[in-house]
């Protein structure tokens, strides 16, 4: 889910399924659609396997953004839906 819970912060939060507590989540950020993802943040999952990201809003333009869980041994690497944050 995108949120603007006050004007110039837009929170990104969701929940990794199927339970995934205390592991790694990567928020990536695409500037343009030629343009390669980059690793912007990181956290871990709560016990609960949530994650929430802050983001400042954009000076100019817009980005893209989503949430990376990386590969393990035992699932593969996963993608959420795309968001973009415009000014």
Not at 2 to 7: D, N, S
Not at 13 to 29: I, N
Not at 33 to 57: E, G, V
Not at 60 to 75: E, L, N
Request: proline content about 8%.
């Amino acid at each position: 889910n995108g949120a603007e819970p006050r004007e110039g912060v837009f929170v990104l939060s969701g929940k990794v399924k199927p339970s995934y507590p205390g592991r790694p989540v990567l928020l990536q950020r695409q500037k343009c659609s030629s343009c390669a993802w980059r690793t912007r943040d990181d956290q871990r999952t709560n016990s609960l396997s949530r994650y929430r990201f802050r983001l400042p809003a954009p000076r100019s333009g817009s980005d893209d953004f989503r949430v990376m869980v990386p590969a393990t041994s035992a699932f593969l690497k996963s993608c959420s839906t795309v968001w973009t944050r415009a000014e």
